[in-house]
């Protein structure tokens, strides 16, 4: 069983920064970030593998950095030059292994970037 918790969410304007962290108890190897805009399908942001290898949506490379800190059990999203079309609710999400589905999900926290 994981629980996550998201936080660090908020308004921002248009090219600056947040940092979104994940507090997450119980036992997950594969970890991400989603995001689902007003009107908009979820959405993968990044990912990150056991062995900290990651992956981003292309709107996001260059832009947006995903860390963990597994002593902390803590995940990270680091968003830099945002842009208003980042504007979503963005999930944390944890699953056990490649070719599942994530199962594990956080409750959202908001981001908002104003031009």
């Known amino acids: 069983q994981v629980q996550l918790v998201e936080s660090g969410g908020g308004s921002v304007q248009a090219g600056g920064s947040l940092r979104l962290s994940c507090a997450a108890s119980g036992y997950a190897v594969y970890m991400g970030w989603f995001r689902q805009a007003p009107g908009k399908q979820r959405e993968g942001v990044a990912t990150i593998a056991p062995a900290g290898s990651t992956t981003y949506a292309d709107s996001v490379k260059g832009r947006f950095t995903i860390s963990k800190n597994n002593a902390r059990n803590t995940l990270y999203l680091q968003m830099n030059n945002v842009k208003p079309e980042d504007t979503a609710v963005y999930y944390c999400?944890?699953?056990?292994?490649?070719?599942?589905?994530?199962?594990?999900w956080g409750q959202g926290t908001q981001v908002t970037v104003s031009s």
């Open positions: 999400a944890a699953k056990y292994r490649t070719g599942e589905d994530f199962r594990y």
